[in-house]
């Protein structure tokens, strides 16, 4: 069964050297897997190669009653959208990080660690 591109496309363009067969094609302004081209990679690989190099994991599905195309005005939107939601999680988990003040804790760490490396090298 060939892929198709879906909604969660994003638009990075990683699929379109990766594919082994050049199925998957784009005008500028849609993308879309020319069904009678794409063999998901059989033979030339494990796995369907669209879907091992999108970023989202869902830009490249098996091809169901679906969509068709993407167009590239969807995707921008969506791209936006999934890189907005990337650098608020990058954000919060950076000032997560800066805010844990535990100057003991790594001290205590590293000397459990390197007294039970010492025990592991004796035996």
């Excluded at 879906?6 to 500028?28: F, N, V, Y």
């Excluded at 794409?38 to 796995?47: E, K, L, Y």
């Excluded at 003040?101 to 790594?106: H, L, M, S, V």
Aim: proline residues 5%; charged residues 10%.
């Amino acid at each position: 069964m060939p892929y198709s591109i879906t909604q969660s496309c994003i638009g990075c363009q990683r699929c379109l050297s990766a594919c082994p067969t050049g199925a998957i094609q784009t005008d500028g302004t849609a993308f879309w897997i020319a069904i009678d081209r794409c063999n998901q990679c059989q033979g030339s690989h494990g796995v369907p190669q669209c879907w091992a190099t999108c970023p989202t994991n869902e830009g490249c599905v098996p091809l169901s009653a679906g969509v068709a195309a993407v167009s590239l005005t969807s995707t921008s939107e969506a791209m936006g959208d999934y890189w907005e939601s990337w650098f608020a999680t990058y954000t919060r988990m950076v000032a997560r990080l800066q805010g844990v003040q535990e100057p003991g804790y790594w001290h205590d760490w590293f000397d459990s660690y390197s007294q039970s490396l010492k025990r592991l090298q004796a035996t």
